[in-house]
């Protein structure tokens, strides 16, 4: 991906130190969600609607 140097990557603070399953974002106008474990591998694009409705519905089935 051009310019993915510039991008800064964030990983939940739910996420331990321990190898886990996590996913990293990066927002640059859209929403990029790779694999933590995998980070020259493919990287989703969603737009801020649809991450925000996805992590809504999470939170709403949640439990």
Do not use: I
């Not at 800064?8 to 990293?24: D, F, H, I, L, P």
């Amino acid at each position: 991906m051009a310019g993915e140097r510039a991008l800064t990557w964030r990983k939940s603070s739910y996420s331990g130190n321990n190898g886990g399953q996590c996913v990293e974002l990066a927002a640059r106008g859209v929403v990029l969600v790779r694999d933590s474990k995998n980070p020259h591998g493919l990287v989703l694009e969603v737009t801020p609607q649809n991450w925000r409705e996805f992590v809504r519905d999470l939170k709403n089935n949640a439990g």
